[in-house]
């Protein structure tokens, strides 16, 4: 895995229309396996488009689905959220702060600001006692994350889920 999804390179710089660009995320999904999954993968469908008024166009991707909660998490230093589900599709988009998640697949992968995670690990099947993810704050400064979570279904739960 990488260590990071900032050291990985946009594929344009977002003057050219004819080329959108592609975000890069972390997706965690649920395997035809039963087993909770975490890859690195791309946000796809930009286009260009005035936020408003006088704005010049920018490249925006809407997002489909029902938004059922928007919340920010502070997880204090040695905070560990044991093996669980994700309680919906959602987005976590760290703001400040480390943390990492651990897959039943025995990946894990370290997140900091900018590195934007959607996860969909529902319904995943018990292996070894465990369901779902592991997750947990790193390094001695709490990790600050903004979450928004959707109705299902959002996307298919598969490893690129928007590329």
Avoid: Y
């Amino acid at each position: 895995m990488s260590d990071s999804l900032n050291s990985l390179p946009l594929n344009t710089d977002g003057t050219d229309p004819a080329t959108p660009p592609r975000l890069p995320i972390w997706s965690m999904w649920t395997g035809s396996d039963g087993l909770s999954h975490i890859d690195a993968s791309e946000l796809a469908g930009f286009g260009l488009k005035s936020i408003g008024g006088g704005a010049d166009p920018q490249w925006l991707r809407p997002f489909p689905g029902t938004v059922t909660n928007v919340s920010f998490a502070v997880l204090p230093v040695g905070w560990v959220g044991d093996w669980h589900e994700s309680p919906a599709p959602q987005w976590v988009v760290p703001l400040r702060g480390r943390w990492f998640i651990e897959t039943q697949d025995g990946s894990r992968v370290e997140m900091g600001p900018g590195e934007i995670h959607f996860g969909q690990d529902q319904g995943t099947s018990e292996r070894d006692g465990h369901t779902g993810h592991r997750s947990g704050q790193l390094g001695d400064e709490p990790c600050l994350q903004l979450l928004v979570q959707f109705a299902p279904p959002v996307a298919a739960s598969t490893q690129h889920p928007f590329a």
